[in-house]
């Protein structure tokens, strides 16, 4: 696609229940990332994809935190039993060159 | 460990020129990147520094010297849309960005 594409765009849901974020990014790169952003704040790094293999995971905050990427190319994050300081805004990029990571516009998690 | 920082806030007037300090921490790295975000917006790339020295992009500019671990953003005759907070990130040998804690750039008229 023309750029890095998430869903939702914005998320509300209870305490204590799962969520699913997903991320397609830009045909053909084969790098992608989440990132966690609080209100403002900087981008606290989740979890780092090469093609379908997660090499860097030591971002997620805890085990209710997993993601996968199939295909080299659409990614989930899934967060279970979901607190109240989950509610971030979580962005994904995606990138070919180690210079430049294209963003998509995220997906803003309130727990309520 | 592993760590940039960056003042949190810079203020000037429209027309101005502002310098964005960045200095990190890390045993090493492929290169210092910039990036801009807009409030409620995606960051979006704005610069890259492989090597030391001055890269010029329009009216932004950046600048790394490795020896210093300090690089910088120039921004030159600053607009009223150049209001934005401004990250700087480095890429960790190609596993991920690590990104500071940003700068908040408000321009005057």
């Known amino acids: 696609g023309a750029g890095v594409s998430q869903s939702p765009s914005n998320k509300v849901t209870e305490k204590g229940k799962d969520v699913e974020l997903r991320c397609d990014p830009i045909?053909?790169?084969?790098?992608l990332y989440w990132y966690r952003q609080r209100l403002g704040q900087g981008l606290e790094f989740l979890i780092y994809?090469?093609?379908?293999?997660?090499?860097?995971k030591s971002g997620l905050p805890s085990d209710r935190f997993s993601a996968e990427r199939t295909g080299e190319s659409v990614s989930t994050l899934t967060i279970q039993r979901t607190q109240q300081e989950d509610s971030a805004v979580y962005l994904c990029?995606?990138?070919?060159?180690?210079?430049?990571?294209?963003f998509g516009q995220g997906t803003r998690l309130t727990v309520v | 460990g592993q760590s940039l920082e960056q003042p949190s806030e810079v203020t000037a007037v429209e027309g101005a020129i502002v310098q964005i300090n960045c200095t990190y921490q890390?045993?090493?790295?492929?290169?210092l990147s910039w990036y801009q975000q807009h409030d409620g917006g995606a960051p979006t790339f704005l610069s890259y520094?492989?090597?030391?020295g001055l890269e010029e992009t329009g009216r932004f500019s950046s600048f790394l010297s490795r020896s210093d671990s300090y690089g910088y953003l120039l921004l030159q005759e600053l607009q009223m849309k150049d209001s934005a907070s401004y990250f700087c990130?480095?890429?960790?040998?190609?596993?991920?960005?690590?990104f500071g804690p940003g700068t908040r750039l408000s321009v005057l008229p």
């Open positions: 990130a480095y890429d960790n040998y190609g596993q991920n960005f690590v």
């Open positions: 990029a995606s990138s070919l060159l180690r210079a430049e990571a294209f």
């Open positions: 994809f090469q093609g379908n293999s997660a090499p860097d």
């Open positions: 045909s053909g790169h084969t790098a």
């Open positions: 520094n492989a090597l030391d």
């Open positions: 890390t045993s090493g790295f492929y290169g």
